[in-house]
């Protein structure tokens, strides 16, 4: 199976900062790896498919990228309602995995 | 508006074979490239891909679940069944099913989630 490990678990920021999560899957998917935003009690919801592009919907403070089998999504300027839980995912073979998780916290 | 709802019962004894449905609008499980997957999540730990099922029927499972899952659909009653045997209580997990497409630009991303469905295995 392809591990994602995603890093931090944890990161506490203020509104206005800008972010990194990184992920770094143990082969190279291509541009096969996806994040999602997960608020408790709810489903996730995608943010960046294929690696850099940006759901429909999503604002653009949200941003995606990669270098070899190192991907990072990036939230420039902190609102308010970006503090969640972010996996990413790969699904370049099944069986598909997940990263661990971010929780971001103020 | 593409929507998916997962129902199932909430409760369930250790043993016993679970089955859950997603019940699928605004899009045709018989379109080419589309999928559902069913994904998991125990209280507080990450998400888990269990398997999905393709618009031509094939199916992939996660290899260590692959014995106790199977997943089906009917696709004129727009569902896809996931039946899940003999449980236990590490199987105790919010159950989600998702959208995605094999073909495009997508690289199959879940695009749709459902709100999920909370499975408690317990006697």
């Known amino acids: 199976d392809i591990q994602m490990t995603q890093s931090p678990a944890s990161l506490s920021a203020s509104v206005g900062d800008r972010v990194t999560v990184t992920c770094r899957a143990s082969?190279?998917?291509?541009?096969?790896l996806h994040w999602y935003q997960q608020k408790p009690g709810r489903a996730p919801k995608l943010l960046i498919y294929?690696?850099?592009s940006l759901q429909t919907g999503v604002p653009s403070r949200f941003s995606g990228g990669q270098s070899g089998t190192d991907f990072t999504l990036t939230i420039s300027g902190l609102q308010p309602e970006d503090f969640a839980t972010y996996f990413c995912?790969?699904?370049?073979?099944?069986?598909?995995?997940f990263g661990q998780g971010t929780k971001l916290e103020i | 508006q593409v929507t998916l709802k997962e129902s199932g019962p909430a409760l369930v004894q250790p043993t016993e074979t679970v089955t859950l449905t997603c019940t699928f609008s605004g899009f045709s499980l018989s379109t080419p490239g589309m999928r559902v997957n069913w994904v998991r999540q125990p209280p507080g730990k990450a998400l888990e891909w269990l398997g999905r099922i393709d618009w031509d029927d094939e199916k992939r499972y996660s290899a260590s679940l692959r014995t106790r899952l199977s997943i089906s659909k009917d696709t004129y009653s727009d569902q896809v069944v996931l039946i899940f045997s003999n449980v236990d209580p590490s199987d105790t997990a919010a159950y989600f099913c998702?959208?995605?497409?094999?073909?495009?630009?997508?690289?199959?991303?879940?695009?749709?989630w459902g709100q999920g469905t909370m499975v408690t295995v317990s006697s």
């Open positions: 294929a690696a850099s």
């Open positions: 998702a959208r995605s497409s094999g073909v495009g630009a997508s690289r199959d991303a879940f695009d749709i």
């Open positions: 082969q190279l998917l291509s541009s096969y």
């Open positions: 995912q790969q699904t370049y073979k099944t069986p598909f995995t």
